[in-house]
């Protein structure tokens, strides 16, 4: 399955970030990032901040979290 969030997956490839490392910086484990990111489940306002800020400080809410392809 693909993510619905196509900018925020290909910037955590390219920048050779460990979904770990996110997963414990917004306090939920794995399985529940890889939920979020699926979007099964929602990320939450305070996780959106926290990722832009901690790890995509370049990028915009609005850009990392399109889930738009393209």
Do not use: C, H
Not at 3 to 12: A, D, F, H, Q, V
Not at 18 to 32: E, F, L, M, P
């Amino acid at each position: 399955m693909d993510p619905i969030y196509p900018t925020l997956s290909g910037e955590i490839s390219k920048r050779g970030i460990k979904k770990r490392a996110i997963a414990n910086a917004i306090g939920v484990s794995d399985r529940t990032l890889n939920n979020k990111m699926r979007g099964i489940t929602e990320f939450t306002w305070p996780e959106v901040s926290k990722i832009r800020n901690t790890f995509f400080p370049d990028l915009s809410v609005d850009e990392l979290f399109n889930t738009e392809v393209g």
